[in-house]
């Protein structure tokens, strides 16, 4: 379900030229900020991967930034803390505390933050996205990737979720 930024997220006072927002119920009560973040990393569907690594061979034409090499994410994955300034694929740790983990990446077209928020009170978890445009290639790259972060997000929410509820 689309909603608007958590009220206490890290992101609420962000400017932005794009912000969304999508939550989704638990059934469970003893996950850690960590857990959901490497869930993020884990839980989307093939279709995702193949559309990020599509992503990367083409902007990585015109110099943007791309994500690291795949071929050992898994061990990438494992060795992950979710601590600030670590990096993993194109998502950097900006921020973290109990409850949110601030993820994204500064480029030359656009700096985008992705909040992985755990909302213990009302027992649902929010991924958010902030989005500051830099320039004309900023505004052109969004307007293409709009509609699908519309479908990505909520499939991985929901992947996050199936998969932390399992254990």
Same mark, same amino acid.
């Given at each position: 379900?689309?909603?608007?930024?958590?009220? +206490? +997220?890290?992101?609420? &006072? !962000?400017?932005?030229?794009?912000?969304?927002?999508?939550?989704?119920?638990?059934?469970? $009560?003893?996950?850690?900020?960590?857990?959901?973040?490497?869930?993020?990393?884990?839980?989307?569907?093939?279709?995702?991967? #193949?559309?990020?690594?599509?992503?990367?061979?083409?902007?990585?034409?015109?110099?943007?930034?791309?994500?690291?090499?795949?071929? &050992?994410?898994?061990?990438?994955?494992? &060795?992950?803390?979710?601590? !600030?300034? $670590?990096?993993?694929?194109?998502?950097?740790?900006?921020?973290?505390?109990? *409850? $949110?983990? @601030?993820?994204?990446?500064?480029?030359? *077209?656009?700096?985008?933050?992705?909040?992985?928020?755990?909302?213990?009170? &009302?027992?649902?978890? #929010? @991924?958010?996205?902030?989005?500051?445009?830099?320039?004309?290639?900023?505004? %052109?790259? %969004?307007? *293409?990737? !709009?509609?699908? *972060?519309?479908?990505?997000?909520?499939?991985?929410?929901?992947?996050?979720?199936?998969? %932390?509820?399992?254990?």
């Amino acid at each position: 379900m689309k909603l608007n930024l958590p009220q +206490s +997220s890290l992101l609420k &006072n !962000i400017q932005s030229d794009y912000a969304d927002s999508y939550s989704v119920p638990l059934n469970t $009560e003893d996950l850690t900020i960590e857990r959901v973040g490497k869930s993020f990393f884990t839980a989307a569907p093939a279709w995702v991967e #193949a559309l990020l690594i599509l992503r990367d061979k083409i902007v990585g034409m015109i110099g943007l930034k791309i994500g690291n090499d795949a071929s &050992n994410k898994g061990k990438l994955i494992t &060795n992950f803390k979710c601590e !600030i300034g $670590e990096q993993l694929a194109l998502f950097k740790v900006f921020d973290k505390n109990e *409850h $949110e983990v @601030i993820l994204g990446e500064d480029d030359k *077209h656009l700096d985008f933050r992705v909040s992985l928020f755990l909302d213990r009170q &009302n027992n649902t978890l #929010a @991924i958010s996205t902030v989005v500051k445009v830099n320039n004309w290639m900023g505004r %052109l790259y %969004l307007l *293409h990737v !709009i509609p699908l *972060h519309k479908i990505i997000v909520p499939t991985m929410v929901t992947g996050m979720v199936r998969q %932390l509820q399992k254990g």
